[in-house]
């Protein structure tokens, strides 16, 4: 019986300390399956509700370049360099992903993202996102706690886009032109 218990308790340790650390998010979106494989393989269509400005090229190796701030200098406007990873139209996508400017340490690094779309009907879609690769302590931390806010914002605009139109950026780009502005001398 002591074997038994001793055996068992080793492998519990053992699977809880081989789990990966993941942020996964859903939502459900009131669009068919094909609408949102495009807003997530488009220029226009990552515009209409993640940033207000991307380079996209939907395929392996292709540019994935979310620019949040796109008046900041190269390699600090967001997710500058990402590319796509795999592609399954319509149903899955990946790409790599990095840290905010703010977290430079973590940022260096790459995690994953894989995006899965699976039809409810005709009329809406499933959207689940999971996001893995992440280290552990110090700016990873902060990171991982970070896009797991984040995340559910880009979710909560994707549902808006086809509730309500496209996000406006207008409001968002004043007040990155305004944090750019030299103080005055």
């Not at 068919?32 to 495009?38: K, S, Y």
Request: with cysteine; hydrophobic share 45%; proline share 6%.
């Amino acid at each position: 019986m002591r074997r038994i218990l001793f055996a068992t308790l080793f492998l519990f340790g053992f699977v809880c300390h081989a789990q990966e650390r993941a942020i996964d998010k859903q939502v459900v979106v009131t669009a068919p399956i094909e609408a949102v494989w495009e807003a997530w393989t488009s220029k226009a269509g990552i515009e209409s509700f993640f940033a207000p400005e991307a380079e996209v090229e939907a395929r392996v190796g292709g540019a994935f370049h979310i620019h949040m701030d796109p008046y900041a200098v190269p390699g600090m406007k967001g997710a500058d360099d990402m590319r796509y990873m795999a592609l399954q139209p319509p149903t899955m996508l990946s790409f790599d992903w990095n840290a905010p400017p703010s977290l430079p340490e973590a940022r260096r690094q790459r995690t994953f993202v894989v995006v899965r779309l699976a039809a409810v009907d005709g009329q809406s879609t499933r959207v689940t996102l999971h996001h893995t690769g992440w280290g552990d302590g110090g700016e990873w931390d902060k990171t991982f706690v970070y896009f797991d806010k984040a995340w559910g914002y880009v979710l909560g605009n994707l549902k808006k886009r086809y509730e309500v139109g496209p996000q406006d950026w207008a409001a968002w780009r004043e007040q990155l032109k305004k944090a750019h502005e030299l103080p005055a001398k």
